[in-house]
């Protein structure tokens, strides 16, 4: 299963500039998914991180995907995070490492593998890489909370 902006955007609440996804490649409702996000110099944590030598943030390239872990887990489901009454959130990251810089031009592939999906908290096998070669991983939880008025 393939989604394009226009599917993903139906799917979760983020929007420019926290929507760090923009397609994804394959998807095995509530298994994995296998999601791209191209980096542009147009990104606006460019401009300060760093202005002479441009490198994306660790912590986006966990929320991008925390992202793509989102767009898998409620597929096939009722609830999706896009609705206004739901809000999953990014509650743990474990053993994170970075291992290359991220830089404009690069594609990133967000690998991210189910390990436990629950109504309450989803727990993910996550990784991501430029060009086959491995540039972040983590083990990441989510938690799916119904949003008060």
Do not use: W
Request: proline residues 7%; hydrophobic residues 45%.
């Amino acid at each position: 299963m393939e989604l394009d902006i226009q599917q993903i955007m139906a799917r979760l609440p983020h929007r420019y500039p926290m929507l760090l996804v923009d397609r994804v490649i394959e998807m095995v409702p509530g298994k994995s998914v296998v999601a791209i996000k191209n980096v542009s110099i147009n990104e606006p944590f460019f401009n300060g991180h760093f202005p002479h030598h441009p490198v994306m943030p660790g912590v986006l390239i966990i929320e991008a995907l925390a992202q793509a872990a989102a767009l898998f887990s409620f597929e096939g489901n009722d609830v999706k995070p896009a609705d206004k009454k739901m809000a999953y959130y990014l509650v743990g990251v474990d053993g994170a490492r970075f291992r290359r810089p991220v830089v404009p031009g690069d594609q990133l592939r967000l690998e991210v593998n189910a390990e436990k999906i629950s109504r309450a908290i989803c727990k993910y096998s996550a990784r991501a890489t430029v060009d086959g070669l491995l540039v972040a991983e983590a083990k990441i939880m989510c938690a799916i909370r119904e949003m008060e008025e």
